[in-house]
């Protein structure tokens, strides 16, 4: 079992940066592989954001952050990050840190409660 919780969220200019940090429980942590999804509105559908593998190896990204969006973890202290530069409006969502995600399908076993991104033009 992992628990997951997300912190950094808030408010920022376009253009602006932000660091979203979740931490997670369980003994189990450095072998799953961790991601970050968002939804930016109520109804719409969970979206994939980027993904790392336990191995902190070939991290990947939706295309629609790529280059903008960074993602690392600290298996030694149980976190997953995720640097987001260059923000923009359209960025606005709530994001959710996930756990034992499978890597392409991106269907993820654990979810934390989520953070809210605003980002204003």
């Known amino acids: 079992q992992v628990q997951l919780v997300e912190s950094g969220g808030g408010l920022v200019q376009a253009g602006g940066s932000l660091r979203l940090s979740c931490a997670a429980s369980?003994?189990?942590?450095?072998?799953?592989?961790m991601g970050w999804f968002r939804r930016q509105a109520p109804g719409k559908e969970r979206e994939f954001v980027a993904a790392i593998t336990w191995s902190r190896r070939s991290p990947y990204y939706a295309d629609h952050v790529k280059g903008r969006f960074t993602i690392s973890r600290d298996n030694s202290k149980n976190t997953v990050s995720l640097q987001m530069n260059s923000l923009k409006p359209e960025d606005t969502a709530v994001y959710y840190c996930a756990g034992d995600v499978q890597w392409g399908s991106w269907e993820s076993h654990y979810w934390g409660q989520g953070t809210q991104v605003t980002v204003s033009s």
């Open positions: 369980g003994r189990t942590f450095s072998s799953y592989n």
